[in-house]
């Protein structure tokens, strides 16, 4: 089975522009999450969404949305990049969104440069 | 708001040796999970242990294990054994109970295993 897959794996964007990012969960997972990672400092928490609702959010501002589909798939999207977005953004799956023993499953990250 | 700290930026072992890494945290909860997440150059974030905070008994994972002290909130990972793959950031991280996907991590630990 496949595990989560994130896209593209590598981006470079400018100032000022949008972008957005994407996740397939871990096939019969339903929770999905966001985390971005800072160069040489741990994930920090952006968002949560089960069943196509966000169950969570991080302290991000609103230029950062996402959403989640039909298909548990979901989107990250960021808006007015800023040169502090640059990052690894990483997407997590698990079976659902309240953890009673269920494993947390990472994807490889999508790699955001803002010039 | 929960947080994590880990004190040792960087640290090395020489392979076949045990090398043990420091986690604390601050909540006020009272059931909750933590977890030590390994993440290689390839950067994704795979689980190593997990503990549960109402069970007394440490958790092992083959080579990794656990000291889990929750009066003083601490969670340090002791590998045994070290080998080369085990070369990667280590990150301790929390999660509340019934808070899905929603872990708060460390700043992480560097661990270099030498030959």
């Known amino acids: 089975d496949a595990g989560v897959t994130q896209s593209p794996t590598h981006l470079i964007k400018t100032r000022g522009q949008h972008v957005t990012l994407r996740c397939s969960p871990i096939?019969?997972?339903?929770?999905v999450s966001w985390y971005q990672q800072v160069l040489g400092q741990g994930p920090q928490f952006i968002f949560q969404y089960y069943e196509k609702e966000e169950r969570g959010r991080g302290n991000f501002p609103d230029r950062f949305s996402a959403r989640q589909f039909p298909n548990y798939s979901s989107e990250l999207n960021v808006n007015a990049l800023l040169l502090g977005d640059s990052a690894l953004y990483l997407c997590?799956?698990?079976?659902?969104?309240?953890?009673?023993?269920?494993?947390?499953?990472f994807g490889e990250g999508s790699w955001l440069t803002v010039v | 708001a929960q947080t994590v700290t880990q004190s040792q930026p960087e640290m090395s072992v020489q392979e076949a040796e045990t090398v043990t890494l420091s986690c604390t945290y601050d909540?006020?909860?009272?059931?909750?999970?933590l977890f030590w997440y390994k993440q290689p150059p390839s950067r994704q974030m795979i689980l190593v242990i997990r503990q549960e905070a109402y069970k007394q008994q440490n958790a092992t994972e083959n080579r990794f294990s656990v000291n889990f002290q929750k009066a003083a909130k601490s969670f340090s990972l002791k590998i045994s054994d070290s080998q080369l793959g085990d070369t990667a950031m280590y990150f301790c991280a929390f999660n509340r109970e019934n808070a899905g996907n929603m872990l708060t991590f460390g700043g992480g630990t560097r661990l270099m295993v030498k030959p």
């Open positions: 096939s019969g997972h339903k929770s």
């Open positions: 997590a799956s698990s079976l659902s969104h309240s953890f009673s023993g269920n494993t947390i499953y």
């Open positions: 909540t006020s909860e009272n059931n909750y999970y």
